[in-house]
């Protein structure tokens, strides 16, 4: 490897910071079931002590993604303790995701309930939502909502599009100015038949609408199998509203799989339309990168590092593409050139240099292996195992 893309990859490595979610260290499992971890963290402090442990073998997961259901207990009132803990365990508050899902009142939804109390109550959440992101000086408060309907005729869906219309422009009116409210969208589920949010365009619209601080979240799972996200990501570069991302990865829908374990090369494909249009503008994308995973048969903190040492690898290839070669050979329709170099960055081998990055950084070459001989697994089974025999935690 030259020192050119020796280079590129160490500018990429200082760049990339990946945020990792409170909710992928608890137990979860699917709606069939759960299998309970004895390591898992049964606790905000023990989520935050895990995600601790990722960024100090990785260097590069400074924040964690937090619940305000799961891990503010009493609202607003939790943020002294949860800053305390993050301080406590080397990590921030990232991006703060109310929950609109779980609560009983929900069960026909939340902004797009027919009855005005629940709105009420599910926007009042997202304002406590957006004071508790306030008070620990987080910037992206990110939404995604289950509502929708499952049977055609039962739900009148313009009427439900004004009421996200307006309450989502309530809600963007109570940020302050640096801070971002993200719209997550997804096809299906829990609802099937219909989504309030279901694509792209639709989150496009509400951000739009909410006002200039409102962005869209893409998350990987939430699309259907054959969909283009590279040229989503694209599409939400050129308009500036690309706020936030969800990396998992998919086989057939909402799998939750570990980041590039079926398509690492669709990975590759969005991390490059990031860094062209970073290139060819001369500004960073400011994208809030976010693990959305929740391993039920995987260890979390495994997983993690798995997902985070595969996202820094693909980013990687994907810096190593020579643009200005990429855009002449687009210019001259030469298509087997350009796509060639996509190719052959996808090719390279970028371990060995993420390995000397790691190495000038004091940090472990394999931050998995490190992690194996660390004795932080066994130590947490052993403290946690009894508790995770009898509580059964989180969503499915
Ligand atoms: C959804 C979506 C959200 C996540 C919830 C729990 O499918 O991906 O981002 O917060 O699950
Ligand atoms: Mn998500
Ligand atoms: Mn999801």
Redo the contacts with the bound molecule.
């Keep these: 490897m030259g020192a050119l893309q020796s280079d590129r990859i160490v500018r990429a490595l200082d760049q990339l910071r990946i945020e990792l979610p409170s909710w992928g260290f608890a137990n979860t499992g699917t709606r069939f079931g759960k299998f309970i971890q004895a390591a898992a963290a049964t606790t905000t402090e023990e989520k935050l002590s895990d995600a601790g442990e990722v960024h100090r073998l990785t260097a590069v997961c400074p924040t964690v993604a937090l619940h305000v259901l799961w891990d503010f207990p009493q609202g607003a009132a939790s943020t002294g303790e949860v800053r305390k803990l993050s301080q406590r365990y080397g990590v921030r508050a990232g991006s703060i995701n109310p929950n609109l899902f779980q609560d009983q009142e929900y069960k026909f939804g939340s902004f797009g309930n027919p009855d005005p109390a629940v709105r009420r109550r599910a926007f009042e959440h997202v304002r406590d939502s957006i004071e508790i992101a306030r008070r620990l000086e987080s910037r992206d408060i990110?939404l995604?909502f289950a509502d929708g309907s499952n049977y055609p005729g039962t739900a009148n869906i313009r009427q439900r599009k004004r009421w996200f219309e307006e309450m989502l422009r309530a809600a963007h009116a109570e940020l302050s100015p640096t801070q971002h409210l993200l719209v997550?969208y997804?096809p299906f589920e829990p609802a099937f038949y219909h989504t309030d949010i279901a694509d792209w365009g639709m989150a496009l619209h509400l951000a739009r609408h909410a006002g200039a601080q409102a962005k869209v979240?893409v998350?990987t799972?939430?699309h259907y199998a054959a969909q283009n996200i590279e040229q989503i990501v694209a599409w939400l570069l050129s308009e500036g509203m690309l706020g936030g991302f969800?990396f998992?990865d998919r086989r057939y829908a909402?799998d939750d799989l570990t980041l590039g374990s079926i398509d690492p090369y669709q990975v590759f494909r969005i991390f490059h339309e990031i860094l062209l249009y970073e290139w060819e503008t001369g500004k960073p994308a400011d994208i809030a990168y976010m693990i959305?995973q929740s391993h039920n048969l995987k260890g979390k903190i495994e997983a993690m590092i798995q997902t985070v040492t595969m996202a820094q690898e693909l980013y990687c290839k994907a810096a190593l593409v020579d643009y200005g070669e990429l855009l002449r050979s687009q210019s001259h329709c030469d298509l087997v050139g350009a796509e060639s170099l996509l190719q052959d960055a996808f090719a390279t081998d970028v371990r060995p240099a993420i390995h000397e990055w790691r190495r000038a950084k004091g940090l472990p070459d394999n931050p998995m292996e490190a992690f194996r001989q660390s004795g932080y697994l066994e130590r947490i089974s052993k403290e946690r195992a009894a508790r995770n025999s009898q509580s059964v935690s989180s969503y499915a």
């Design positions: 990110s995604w997550e997804k979240l998350d799972g939430h969800h998992n909402d959305d």
